[in-house]
């Protein structure tokens, strides 16, 4: 077999939890993982997509938008509205 070394720089936290997920999924090392994951990739049985996930407020973030928004709504907190932009400009310069 004409092998080569692949290095890979990443933290230690990151390789010993990507360690430990291997042998929890069977296989015999990380390595062993990454070879099959390259097989895979290479003759195109998987594919890799990133995609940004939605964002997550925290629940007193959620608690704190949604105190906001009944405020808001209740006329606790006056707001101001506009029908276009210079209109909303002249406000804000004024």
Do not use: W
Not at 36 to 62: C, D, G, M, Y
Not at 64 to 91: H, L, P, R
């Amino acid at each position: 077999m004409d092998a080569t070394i692949l290095q890979v720089p990443i933290s230690k936290a990151l390789r010993d939890k990507a360690a430990k997920s291997a042998l929890s999924q069977g296989f015999s090392s990380l390595q062993e993982a990454v070879r099959v994951f390259l097989n895979q990739l290479s003759s195109q049985a998987i594919r890799v997509t990133f995609e940004p996930q939605p964002v997550q407020l925290s629940h007193k973030a959620i608690r704190k938008y949604n105190k906001m928004s009944e405020d808001v709504k209740s006329g606790k907190v006056k707001t101001v509205g506009f029908t276009d932009v210079d209109e909303m400009f002249k406000y804000l310069n004024s």
